[in-house]
């Protein structure tokens, strides 16, 4: 398998303007999560999936962070405006079961100007 | 809450010891370890479920003390690929043990030079 697959690897944006992240887990993955790592904070979990269907989204940080996960294939998260204080590394992973390991993505390094 | 690590650096020749500490205030039901290299993704190294649980493969192993709310990593006649930044991240315990929900630690560096 090619592991968990995140685009685009790097992002430049303006404030103000829309971003979305793209990720695709691995294949018969039924967790999938969103972290966010800036050196401040750390790495942080902003919402997580099951089978699909959000289960837990208290760690997105405003109503501007949204994300979805049309299919068990597929999986985006949008800011919309972008902020500068939103710059940071955002992975994607994912993993087979409430137990299971625990499979990161390279990452989106996304810098708000 | 985020779990606190210690020390949150070291640097070490080859070939010596190691211990990362993780310690929560509140109750830990899993702990997961990951190392990441600079510029890449964290990558799993093991995780523990019940407390004293202890887990090794090669020359790294873990322990897991649930009365002390507290899990160790030791790293055993260091190698220069074992630098990186390690994470604990703990779950919350609740059905199906929730450790999908993990909460990451503030990270340990370690440096090991020749």
């Known amino acids: 398998d090619a592991g968990v697959i995140q685009s685009p690897r790097h992002e430049v944006t303006e404030m103000g303007q829309e971003v979305t992240l793209r990720c695709k887990p691995i294949?018969?993955?039924?967790?999938l999560f969103w972290y966010r790592q800036t050196m401040m904070r750390g790495l942080e979990l902003l919402i997580y999936?099951?089978?699909?269907?959000?289960?837990?989204d208290s760690g997105m940080p405003e109503d501007r962070f949204s994300a979805k996960m049309p299919n068990a294939s597929f999986s985006t998260l949008k800011i919309q405006p972008s902020e500068p204080r939103d710059s940071a590394v955002y992975f994607c992973?994912?993993?087979?079961?409430?137990?299971?390991?625990?499979?990161f993505g390279p990452g989106t390094r996304l810098t708000v100007t | 809450q985020q779990p606190v690590q210690s020390p949150q650096a070291v640097i070490l020749r080859e070939g010596e010891d190691a211990v990362i500490n993780c310690s929560s205030s509140?109750?830990?039901?899993?702990v997961h370890w990951y190392r990441q290299k600079h510029g890449e993704a964290p990558v799993f190294l093991m995780i523990?479920?019940?407390?004293?649980e202890q887990k090794g493969h090669d020359k790294i192993s873990a322990s897991f003390n649930e009365k002390k709310q507290q899990s160790s990593l030791y790293l055993t006649a260091s190698q220069l690929s074992y630098s990186g930044t390690y994470f604990c991240?703990?779950?919350?315990?609740?059905?199906?043990?929730?450790?999908?929900?993990?909460?990451f630690g503030t990270g340990t560096r370690l440096t090991i030079i020749p």
């Open positions: 992973a994912s993993s087979y079961g409430p137990t299971g390991e625990q499979y």
């Open positions: 294949s018969g993955h039924d967790y």
């Open positions: 999936f099951n089978n699909n269907v959000p289960i837990d």
């Open positions: 509140k109750a830990l039901y899993s």
């Open positions: 523990l479920l019940k407390g004293g």
């Open positions: 991240g703990t779950g919350p315990g609740g059905s199906n043990f929730g450790n999908e929900k993990l909460t």
